[in-house]
């Protein structure tokens, strides 16, 4: 039996493919995009647009379809990140090699694993500080911040189920209010 040959960031950066991504040594093709994910996908970067300016009042890097280079056979691409100003406080360029303090996915329809699961696990081993996932199909966000190695829930909501507010704050953007009805994708 031939061993299987990891692939490596290098590989990855060689590739001539668009939306692919480094998952455990093998380079992967990113889902398209489809509309649900894409509303939800900007329906958030507008919601903490407020935090990327200069004078904001968080001070965030926030950039959607980033690669994060975590190890040497682990380079995904997520669907938005965000680095404090205070730990980076120049401008980010190219592959990312600084660890994010904040990771959002958005699941999409056979994908899902990969962002519950996989990533998941890659950020917490990682010490990301928070990580959401949403997923535009069931109207859910689940925000997860890590306490001691660890994620833990500290936000969840099935949106339009349950008697959840329009109007939310979310770690780790308590400094403002997010409009749940905006971020999945209803009427403005």
């Not at 958030?44 to 407020?50: H, I, L, T, W, Y």
């Not at 959401?132 to 911040?145: F, G, H, M, N, V």
Request: with cysteine; hydrophobic share 35%.
């Amino acid at each position: 039996m031939e061993a299987k040959k990891l692939r490596t960031i290098d590989d990855l950066l060689r590739s001539p493919e668009e939306r692919v991504e480094l998952i455990n040594g093998e380079i992967v093709k990113r889902p398209m995009a489809r509309s649900d994910h894409a509303l939800v996908q900007s329906g958030v970067s507008d919601e903490v647009a407020v935090l990327k300016r200069k004078n904001g009042p968080g001070g965030w890097w926030i950039m959607p379809e980033i690669s994060v280079n975590y190890s040497e056979t682990q380079c995904p691409s997520h669907d938005l990140a965000g680095w404090r100003r205070e730990r980076v406080p120049r401008r980010p360029t190219g592959v990312m090699e600084i660890l994010p303090d904040w990771v959002c996915e958005i699941t999409s329809p056979g994908h899902e694993r990969k962002d519950l699961f996989h990533h998941f696990l890659l950020l917490q081993r990682h010490g990301v500080p928070d990580y959401w996932i949403i997923s535009p199909e069931d109207k859910t966000l689940i925000a997860y911040r890590l306490v001691d190695g660890k994620y833990h829930v500290v936000f969840s909501v099935e949106y339009g189920v349950e008697a959840a507010a329009d109007r939310v704050r979310i770690p780790p953007f308590e400094e403002i209010e997010m409009d749940l009805r905006y971020v999945f994708g209803g009427e403005d």
